[in-house]
C-alpha cells in the first residue's frame, strides 16, 4: 500500500520525451531519485517554454519550488526513453501544483508520478508574488501547446 497517493488527471496539457542516461543511473543500476527530480525540473522548463515562457520567467517573476511528492512505480533503466506528462491543477493566488507522470515511451509503463507546488517570486523584492493571469489562463486551458 502506497505511503502517499497522487491522483491524475485524465488529459495532460503538455507532454515531452527525456533520455535516461549513465549519468541518471545510480549504484542500484537504474534511475536515481534525484536525477528523477532532475528530468521532472528539465520537463518543467520545456511545459513553461511551449506555453511561451522559453526561459522560466513569466511576466517578470520566477517559480519556486514549494513543496513535491513522489511516488515511485517501477524502475527504469540507462536508455530507455521517458514521456513526462504534466498538467496545472489546484490553483492559489500565489501558485499552483504541477501533477506529473513519467512512464517508459514504448511500453507505457509508469515508472513514477507526483507533483509539485509551485510559487510566484520576485527577485528584486525578495518576497512571494501574485500568479500572473495569464499564465493561470494558460495553463487552465493548455493555451500554446503543441
Known amino acids: 500500500?502506497?505511503?502517499?497517493?497522487?491522483?491524475?488527471?485524465?488529459?495532460?496539457?503538455?507532454?515531452?520525451?527525456?533520455?535516461?542516461?549513465?549519468?541518471?543511473?545510480?549504484?542500484?543500476?537504474?534511475?536515481?531519485?534525484?536525477?528523477?527530480?532532475?528530468?521532472?525540473?528539465?520537463?518543467?522548463?520545456?511545459?513553461?517554454?511551449?506555453?511561451?515562457?522559453?526561459?522560466?520567467?513569466?511576466?517578470?517573476l520566477v517559480t519556486l519550488i514549494a513543496d513535491a511528492a513522489v511516488q515511485y512505480r517501477s524502475?527504469?533503466?540507462?536508455?530507455?526513453?521517458?514521456?513526462?506528462?504534466?498538467?496545472?491543477?489546484?490553483f492559489n493566488p500565489k501558485g499552483c501544483d504541477l501533477v506529473w507522470r513519467m512512464a517508459e515511451k514504448s511500453s507505457g509503463r509508469e515508472v513514477a508520478r507526483g507533483k509539485t507546488g509551485i510559487v510566484f517570486f520576485e527577485l528584486a523584492t525578495r518576497r512571494l508574488a501574485a500568479m500572473p493571469e495569464?499564465?493561470?489562463?494558460?495553463?487552465?486551458n493548455g493555451m500554446g501547446i503543441g
Open 1 to 60: 500500500m502506497p505511503r502517499i497517493s497522487i491522483d491524475l488527471p485524465e488529459q495532460f496539457a503538455f507532454t515531452t520525451d527525456l533520455s535516461i542516461y549513465v549519468g541518471h543511473i545510480n549504484y542500484g543500476n537504474h534511475l536515481d531519485n534525484a536525477m528523477l527530480i532532475s528530468l521532472v525540473s528539465e520537463a518543467q522548463m520545456r511545459f513553461f517554454a511551449a506555453l511561451g515562457y522559453p526561459e522560466g520567467r513569466i511576466d517578470g
Open 75 to 90: 524502475e527504469a533503466f540507462r536508455g530507455e526513453v521517458m514521456a513526462v506528462s504534466m498538467a496545472a491543477s489546484d
Open 134 to 140: 495569464e499564465f493561470r489562463q494558460r495553463v487552465s
